[in-house]
């Protein structure tokens, strides 16, 4: 008796807790005979039981409602939506399918009917735009590949795209636009050496008419930016490989995306994105310093800006902060595509954002850099293998857009209390002098300088204050 009051709180409180979210009836795949199973053409709902997604406060028990992330609210004199410009990756959320090396896909999307058709892109291509409208965001990013098939022929593969990309178009209206899109050079078979580093000079024409197609769509959607992520420009062995010349390559490539792009009007930001090995043992753009390297000396810098991503920048050894700042400094900082690796994985586990001082970090760049418009924050970030439930695809979105949102909001307690900025600025007075205005415009030389270490003898050196320091950005977390 007893255990069965037990079992029923326990039912009942399951009911409260998830109740709206449990055993989402949705287009079965399976019910051919249903509107749904009618290919491409079904216009009905993928996400049935899934409200739009509003901002409930940081009180509410409810997973599908924004705890922090308020749309229209202000924080440092801009709305959080346009600090955000937030964006749902295609290929995570709508062709990952839990798969890894050890396992089979574990993902069973009702919509998914096991084929790689082009009826089946529609289809998934107005799940997309479902799952966007009702998670609230106005962006998303794509590789060509994911949204339609690979044909026979680089024509029939174009064709393909053309359709799908005819669909996303009606489909975005007249609010929703890609953040970027992109090109994908890494998994056919003919870039097993790269695209543009490729040593076969037909897979590199491949890869320039892959890209100039790619360009062509992303600009015909309204995409605001288009992305170079170098999966397969690198190399396994320096032994075999001539780096300076397929270094002369990609920068040749790059040159002719630039002119293409001009050439057809297209205004949008190419943006290249750091990362420094996987697939590749190493990949050119190993992080931010060294893609602004090449950009300096091939003479792109104007042309490009850079898509930090997070996991890429602790795969780097860097922190995502660290590979922020030197974009932001070089005057590179373009978009961040927000994840998180794991700290005991080495490899790109791409997570969704959780940790609340990571977001914080982050916000502090963008913030600095007063914000990242026309980038944005794309969701470059997959669901664990083992989450397998539609809703899963909300609350993960959920959880990482509220978690940016904490951040931004964090910083802005920074910003107002002023302490940390002011330590900061405290460490750095001696050159608010005469002599440190001389260094500081070059004008101080080595026999001046001599000089005055002599006139001053040993300096005294103050203490850093890095606990002051990390204790005042907790306080604000
Ligand atoms: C791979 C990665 C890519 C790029 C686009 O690590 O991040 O998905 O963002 O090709
Ligand atoms: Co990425």
Same mark, same amino acid.
């Given at each position: 008796?007893?255990?069965? %009051?037990?079992?029923?709180?326990?039912?009942?409180?399951?009911?409260?807790?998830?109740?709206?979210?449990?055993?989402?009836?949705?287009?079965?795949?399976?019910?051919?005979?249903?509107?749904?199973?009618?290919?491409?053409?079904?216009? !009905?709902? $993928?996400?049935? !039981?899934?409200?739009?997604?509003?901002?409930?406060g940081p009180s509410t028990k409810n997973p599908l409602a924004f705890k922090w992330y308020n749309a229209d609210e202000e924080i440092l004199g801009k709305k959080m939506k346009d600090w955000m410009r937030f964006s749902v990756a295609f290929w995570h959320t709508f062709r990952g399918t839990g798969g890894d090396p050890f396992g089979a896909p574990t993902k069973n999307w009702p919509w998914e009917d096991g084929t790689n058709s082009v009826a089946m892109a529609k289809r998934r291509m107005r799940a997309n735009f479902e799952?966007?409208? &009702?998670?609230?965001?106005?962006?998303?990013? $794509?590789?060509?590949?994911?949204?339609?098939?690979?044909?026979?022929?680089?024509?029939?593969?174009?064709k393909n795209l053309d359709e799908v990309v005819a669909l996303a178009k009606d489909l975005q209206g007249t609010k929703i636009r890609p953040l970027w899109g992109t090109a994908q050079l890494f998994l056919h078979p %003919?870039?097993?050496?790269?695209?543009?580093?490729?040593?076969?000079?037909?897979? *590199?024409? *491949?890869?320039?008419?892959?890209? &100039?197609?790619?360009?062509?769509?992303?600009?015909?959607?309204?995409?605001?930016?288009?992305?170079?992520?170098?999966?397969?420009?690198?190399?396994?062995?320096?032994?075999? @490989?001539?780096?300076?010349?397929?270094?002369?390559?990609?920068?040749?490539?790059?040159?002719?995306?630039?002119?293409?792009?001009?050439?057809?009007? *297209?205004?949008?930001?190419?943006?290249?994105?750091?990362k420094p090995q996987e697939p590749t043992k190493h990949q050119y753009?190993?992080?931010?310093?060294?893609?602004?390297? $090449?950009?300096?000396?091939?003479?792109?810098?104007?042309? $490009? &800006?850079?898509?930090?991503?997070?996991?890429?920048?602790?795969?780097?050894?860097?922190?995502?902060?660290?590979?922020?700042?030197?974009?932001?400094?070089?005057?590179?900082?373009?978009?961040?595509?927000?994840? @998180?690796?794991?700290?005991? @994985?080495?490899?790109? @586990?791409?997570?969704?954002?959780?940790?609340?001082?990571?977001?914080?970090?982050?916000?502090?760049?963008?913030?600095?850099?007063?914000?990242?418009?026309?980038?944005?924050f794309n969701f470059d970030a997959k669901l664990r293998r083992e989450s397998t439930d539609v809703e899963d695809l909300f609350i993960a979105h959920i959880g990482g857009m509220d978690t940016l949102a904490r951040g931004l909001r964090n910083v802005a307690k920074l910003v107002e209390d002023g302490s940390l900025p002011d330590l900061v600025r405290k460490r750095y007075k001696s050159f608010d002098t005469e002599v440190g205005a001389l260094i500081e415009a070059g004008k101080a030389d080595f026999e001046y300088l001599e000089k005055k270490a002599i006139e001053w003898g040993e300096p005294t050196v103050p203490s850093a204050k890095q606990e002051l320091a990390e204790m005042l950005f907790q306080s604000v977390l």
């Open positions: 008796m007893k255990a069965g %009051r037990i079992l029923l709180l326990l039912l009942c409180l399951n009911v409260v807790t998830f109740g709206v979210i449990a055993d989402l009836p949705t287009c079965p795949a399976s019910d051919l005979g249903s509107g749904c199973g009618d290919s491409d053409e079904w216009e !009905g709902e $993928f996400f049935p !039981g899934i409200p739009k997604i509003k901002y409930e799952f966007i409208n &009702k998670l609230g965001v106005d962006r998303w990013c $794509f590789h060509d590949r994911d949204i339609a098939p690979d044909g026979e022929t680089l024509e029939e593969s174009n %003919r870039y097993m050496h790269g695209g543009a580093t490729s040593p076969e000079v037909g897979v *590199y024409a *491949y890869a320039a008419a892959q890209v &100039k197609k790619a360009i062509e769509v992303t600009h015909y959607l309204g995409g605001e930016n288009y992305v170079f992520w170098g999966g397969r420009e690198g190399y396994q062995s320096l032994l075999n @490989t001539d780096m300076g010349r397929e270094l002369d390559h990609l920068a040749r490539f790059l040159e002719a995306a630039v002119a293409y792009k001009k050439k057809i009007g *297209y205004n949008g930001t190419l943006l290249i994105e750091p753009d190993w992080d931010a310093a060294t893609s602004a390297n $090449f950009l300096r000396k091939y003479g792109l810098i104007g042309e $490009f &800006k850079l898509n930090i991503e997070c996991n890429h920048a602790t795969l780097s050894g860097h922190s995502c902060y660290h590979e922020l700042e030197t974009a932001r400094l070089n005057g590179l900082l373009g978009n961040v595509d927000a994840n @998180t690796g794991d700290p005991q @994985t080495g490899w790109d @586990t791409d997570q969704f954002l959780t940790d609340i001082a990571e977001a914080t970090l982050v916000m502090h760049s963008v913030v600095k850099n007063g914000g990242i418009a026309p980038g944005g």
